[in-house]
């Protein structure tokens, strides 16, 4: 899969140079808990919590590696070595977003995140913030898949007025995510992807 | 960047310093996205949407329609979660320059109360 961008310094409203938009997306797989918890045929929590400890994870990754074969099927480039920084990335990340959840809705800071909140969705459109999180909301949602791998979304960006900002800051790496996500994983559920009937041969054994 | 807003403006306002040092690269941002979870029916319908169409035209006519009057606390919070302050940095700077009005600062502010709240979880201990 190849990634072609053009400069944002050159993308303007009549820019019609639309590149191709034919891409392949390879699949991933991704030790999310939602794809776990299908995977492993464990509960969300359950899962979340042990991706947050050393043993959980340990726990996890030796049940995943029985069935490294089928993860290959799934994932050509599965890779074991690959898998534990995975997890290990999904219990940071993970730990991260519970204290950050638990701080927002803090009865010390509710009222004033409250009226922070208020504020944000009284933005008019095509401010930089609504527009900012438009466009991750649609690459989470694999929506622009397909404009994010052809470097299109940095061409929407540039017509809604973030040429510049997401110009310096996706030449330092800093806005989005830097590669195509896959979509949020089979059988998340919000939005509407149905599971796979048998997700790994042999899996769902209780613990 | 404050300081170069006029005295009129910055009067009533103090600004405080963010510490810490913070570590995003692109496997944590990617991550962040896979871990987002949207549950706003305004927002999924917006993403439905936006999943039929293909060219940038219609994207950009899509967002310049839609905006977040509608979506809720928590949606808005994870989506700022999954953004992360890198970004909400770069947008209170590119807002700060410019801010005309008390009103313009106070959603700066709100911003900036956010970004505060990443910071805080995603500082290793050790350097806040």
């Known amino acids: 899969m190849s990634q072609s961008s053009a400069p944002l310094a050159d993308a303007t409203s009549d820019d019609r140079d639309q590149r191709e938009s034919r891409v392949e997306i390879a699949p991933k797989f991704v030790p999310t808990p939602e794809r776990l918890s299908q995977y492993l045929e464990m509960n969300i929590k359950e899962v979340a919590s042990a991706l947050q400890s050393v043993e959980g994870r340990q726990m996890i990754y030796q049940k995943l590696m029985e069935h490294q074969q089928a993860l290959l099927s799934i994932d050509p480039s599965f890779n074991p070595d690959l898998l534990r920084e995975q997890l290990e990335l999904a219990g940071e990340v993970l730990h991260q977003k519970e204290r950050y959840l638990q701080d927002v809705q803090s009865p010390e800071k509710k009222g004033l995140l409250k009226k922070a909140w208020e504020k944000m969705k009284g933005f008019a459109g095509r401010h930089p913030f609504v527009t900012t999180i438009l466009i991750l909301a649609l690459i989470a949602g694999g929506a622009a898949l397909t404009l994010y791998a052809t470097g299109n979304l940095e061409l929407v960006a540039a017509r809604l007025g973030l040429g510049k900002m997401f110009g310096a800051a996706d030449a330092a790496g800093e806005m989005m995510p830097p590669a195509p996500v896959t979509p949020l994983p089979p059988g998340a559920g919000e939005l509407g992807i149905p599971p796979p009937a048998n997700p790994i041969p042999g899996a769902g054994k209780p613990i | ?128």
Not at chain 2, 14 to 35: C, F, N, S, T, Y
Not at chain 2, 62 to 70: D, I, Q, R, V
């Open chain 2, 1 to 128: 960047m404050f300081e170069a807003l006029s005295a009129k403006l910055r009067d009533g306002w103090e600004v405080e310093l963010e510490h810490g040092d913070i570590r995003d690269d692109a496997a944590h941002r990617a991550m962040r996205l896979q871990l987002l979870h949207l549950h706003d029916p305004t927002l999924l319908a917006f993403v439905k949407r936006g999943s039929t169409l293909n060219d940038v035209d219609a994207i950009v006519a899509l967002m310049s329609t839609t905006t977040l009057k509608n979506v809720s606390d928590a949606d808005l919070a994870e989506l700022c979660f999954a953004l992360g302050p890198v970004p909400l940095t770069r947008i209170i700077g590119d807002l700060l320059k410019q801010a005309k009005t008390d009103d313009e600062l106070e959603g700066i502010q709100a911003i900036a109360f956010v970004r505060h709240s990443l910071l805080s979880v995603m500082t290793p201990s050790s350097s806040r």
